[in-house]
């Protein structure tokens, strides 16, 4: 009987984004950081409604890379060998699809009131779409022209 034995190598594998659009990954990147999903359901939740995967499955081995998050929630290493860690509370908001910037927060108008929740739904079916609009006025005054 003969065995083959697997040498084991430290570092043989490469931590990559599970964020769509990034390809992220340790083994080409020393600079960036990579991050575990949240044990905290509630701060799960809000980690992946912000990176887009809706029906995503979180496993031991999925991260997220540090260029999604604002720097001031990334702690730098307090040793020159320590790790990168995030604030408590930190959400990826940076992304391709916003040009790595965070997202302007909604603007009220002045003397409105906050609403709750979302807006008002609008029912697409309501409006008309092939009716023809009623002439204006520069309209008839053009075929009173013509005539």
């Given amino acids: 009987m003969h ?20 390809s992220a990954s340790s083994k080409f990147n020393s600079v960036l950081s990579f991050h575990s999903f949240p044990t905290d359901e509630e701060r799960c939740k809000k980690w992946i409604c912000s990176i887009q995967r ?18 001031e929630d990334v702690k730098e290493p307090s040793t020159p060998k320590g790790r990168r860690l995030l604030k408590k509370g930190a959400v990826p908001t940076l992304f391709q699809w916003n040009n790595y ?5 909604l603007q009220r108008r002045k003397g409105s009131t906050p609403v709750d929740g979302d807006p ?8 008309d779409n092939c009716s023809v609009p009623e002439l204006a006025a520069v309209d008839i005054a053009l075929d009173r022209a013509a005539e």
């Fill in 54 to 71: 809706k029906d995503l499955i979180i496993t031991s081995h999925m991260r997220v890379c540090s260029r999604h998050f604002k720097r």
């Fill in 120 to 127: 008002a739904p609008v029912d697409l079916y309501e409006h």
């Fill in 101 to 105: 910037s965070d997202p302007a927060p």
């Fill in 3 to 22: 065995f083959d034995y697997l040498q084991y190598r430290s570092k043989v594998w490469a931590e990559h984004c599970c964020v769509p659009l990034c």
